[in-house]
């Protein structure tokens, strides 16, 4: 497992991240890949759930005015 993964799922877990925030956080991380088809179906399906959609676009917000060294996350 990548040093990265492992920092990311710490963080996950000290932030308290809903599984909608954790999977937006893995679409939209560093990593030189992009994310998968099944990851984004899966966050395309949680948006007709109204709480899990506010957090989705809450997280993409915060992600989208990301700067510097994580570029990648937009």
Not at 58 to 67: F, G, I, Q, T, Y
Request: proline share 3%.
């Amino acid at each position: 497992m990548a040093t990265s993964s492992i920092r990311r799922q710490m963080k996950n877990i000290v932030n308290n991240y809903s599984e909608a925030e954790i999977k937006v956080r893995e679409a939209t991380s560093n990593d030189p890949w992009g994310p998968s088809s099944s990851l984004m179906t899966e966050i395309a399906d949680l948006t007709y759930n109204v709480v899990a959609f506010s957090e989705i676009m809450s997280m993409v917000w915060k992600r989208l005015n990301d700067h510097g060294k994580n570029w990648r996350h937009v």
